[in-house]
T-cell receptor, first 112, second 114 residues
Framework: DAGVIQSPRHEVTEMGQEVTLRCKPI?????LFWYRQTMMRGLELLIY????????DSGMPEDRFSAKMPNASFSTLKIQPSEPRDSAVYFC??????????FGNGTRLTVT | DQQVKQNSPSLSVQEGRISILNCDYT??????FLWYKKYPAEGPTFLIS?????DKNEDGRFTVFLNKSAKHLSLHIVPSQPGDSAVYFC?????????????FGQGTELSVKP
């Protein structure tokens, strides 16, 4: 299995631009999570889905952030408009019931 | 409100000695705890876990201890090896077997010196 696949690995964009991060979970996993890693807060949960349905989006910082999971094999996290304080590493992870999370290698976002 | 806290941002240990990483939590409803290890430019990978009904779980050189009354857990690595140098994240959840969310701490960067 290829594991959780995230794209792009790196994204550099200007303030105000739209950013879309992509994730392909491990086949057969029914839960998908988006985390953001910062020095101050460590790994922060933004949103998670069970069976493609958003369960908890209380970690999404603002309305500028949105996430979708149109099917079991794909999810996106969108930031519109982006701001410099959104600069961080964004991780996608997937799991099946009772199993540990498997993380992708992350997308490093830099907003200038 | 940080429900899972790792108060030591970094730890340096000599090769062959014991590494002890600590983690505190505030939510008494957490029923499962995990440790993840992260190398630079990679995602975190699962290391070891413990259910709230236990106070110790061991896997090779890694042992996790849970003190529910103190809301504290620790990860012991014995003996420490240079390849153990990484960032270690503590995580907790209250609905592990129902696909519940994992809450992570800030991480502790371990450096094992030869």
């Amino acid at each position: 299995d290829a594991g959780v696949i995230q794209s792009p690995r790196h994204e550099v964009t200007e303030m105000g631009q739209e950013v879309t991060l992509r994730c392909k979970p491990i086949s057969g996993h029914n839960s998908l999570f988006w985390y953001r890693q910062t020095m101050m807060r460590g790994l922060e949960l933004l949103i998670y889905f069970n069976n493609n349905v958003p369960i908890d989006d209380s970690g999404m910082p603002e309305d500028r952030f949105s996430a979708k999971m149109p099917n079991a094999s794909f999810s996106t996290l969108k930031i519109q408009p982006s701001e410099p304080r959104d600069s961080a590493v964004y991780f996608c992870a997937s799991s099946s019931l009772g199993s540990p999370l498997h993380f992708g290698n992350g997308t490093r976002l830099t907003v200038t | 409100d940080q429900q899972v806290k790792q108060n030591s941002p970094s730890l340096s240990v000599q090769e062959g000695r014991i590494s002890i990483l600590n983690c505190d939590y505030t939510n008494s409803m957490f029923d499962y705890f995990l440790w993840y290890k992260k190398y630079p430019a990679e995602g975190p990978t699962f290391l070891i876990s413990i259910s709230s009904i236990k106070d110790k779980n061991e896997d090779g050189r890694f042992t996790v201890f849970l003190n529910k009354s103190a809301k504290h857990l620790s990860l012991h690595i014995v003996p420490s090896q240079p390849g153990d140098s990484a960032v270690y994240f503590c995580a907790a959840t209250e609905f592990y077997n129902q696909g519940g969310k994992l809450i992570f701490g800030q991480g502790t960067e371990l450096s094992v010196k030869p």
